[in-house]
């Protein structure tokens, strides 16, 4: 999955409610490349750095690699250390490519990174403005009711967004999940995001992981996000597939 680059070609989508932008500090300073989604154009789909950490990856382990291997693998901060790597025990540092947050997690990660003093997140990152809205009475009410019960909270990730180069997806926009899987998720890719539901993304064959605020702001700042590394169910299937049957 992670040697598909050929496949993909700059999205192509309705406009829509994100403010903001995070590619402020991402730049390619290579060829034209294919940008990371429709809104971040200056930030290059990371391919070719994780086909290099694979190669390094597969010349020390030296065997066949599952999937989830490669994804998760090709995203170590450090590809050499893999060869240490023990599933269920040891913690892997690894280097998401995006972080999406919902307005009700997002706004405790965004004051613990204004104590930081730094100027613009380190990795693309997106808000969206879903949670806070309760289905009630009917979608125009019930956003209504939201917009004014929670003014002073989208006030403040509206500002906060702009100046520290993230983007918002405003109340109305739609649901956080379906936003990413449309615009940001991409095969082989890392996603990270402050909401139990971000596996959403594997529908795209991105790995998708859940985390809390404070994990948030240290992939914000810069650092590696350290999870322990996953034991793996595998599953093989025997004989062929029947007419009219793709995998």
Known sequence: VLNTRAM??????APCKQIGASNR???STTRTVTPISNFEPNIALPYDQLLENLSTIRNILNRPLSLS??????????PNSVGDVKRGESFLALTPDRLAMPDSSSQIALLQFISTGLSTVQLPCTIHCDHLIVAHKNADEDLQSANTSNAEINNFLVSASKKYGIGLWQPDSGIIHQIVL???????????????HT????????????????????CMVGEPLQLKAPTIIGIHLRGQLSAWCSP
């Not at 993909?8 to 989508?13: A, G, M, P, S, V």
């Not at 596996?199 to 240290?218: Q, V, Y």
């Open 25 to 27: 500090l991402f730049s």
């Open 182 to 196: 449309e615009n940001y998720a991409f095969p082989g890719g890392f996603l990270i995001g402050t909401d139990s």
């Open 8 to 13: 993909f070609t700059k999205l192509r989508c």
């Open 69 to 78: 291997e490669k994804i998760l693998y090709s995203h170590l901060a450090d």
């Open 199 to 218: 596996p959403n993304a594997g529908g795209l064959s991105m790995c998708g992981i859940g985390i809390g605020a404070a994990d948030a702001l240290d």
